[in-house]
């Protein structure tokens, strides 16, 4: 059986190289090329026999970065699975590079072992997401939707009545209610949701998916 290719996009040119001898080493991987960036990487996969089966993809890189580069790979080059190598270890970053499509994320002070793991988890499972990345999945995933889950019914509809072109007082008497009531509803909203506005609150209805534009 041939042994599954990775290719290393990384601009520390004695990084990537390490890195290269690194799976080299391993028994069921090579290292057919590197490149600097991610648009060389791009430019690579339109030459014959250039598709890898795993690109080790490095996060801030100049030209095309990571993440801009992962979101390419995912659409024009779905095939191909994407691991993230970075030093970045910043939450939001990891979040990103989970968005645009890489099936893991791991830190360059990873042990060999464990990037050896990590590529034969994803050509045999389709990804690999050591305990920190899973957890700040699940972290993320409730901080999308805690807000929504938390709205009782009645402040759910007086959400979806403020994103329309109605005033506080119509909104009243659409819902059968005093305006003192509804100017309740509302403060309470700005605190709980932590807005300070009617354009928060529509902001707020718009990313949680409560009204669609």
Known sequence: MNPYKVVIVEDHILLSQAIAGLVNAFSKFEVPYQCNNGQELLDKLKLPGNIPDVVLMDVNMPILNGIETTGVLKKEYPQIKVIALSVEGAEGTIIKMLKAGAKGYLLKDVEKEILETALKEVIST?????????????????????????????ELEFIKLVCSELTYKEIAEKMFLSPKTIDGYRDALFQKLHVKNKIGLVLYAIKNKIVHL
Do not use: A
């Open 126 to 154: 389709g990804y690999y997401h050591t305990k920190e990345v899973s957890s700040i999945l699940v972290n993320s995933l409730n901080d999308e939707h805690s807000g929504v889950y938390q709205l009782k019914e009645r």
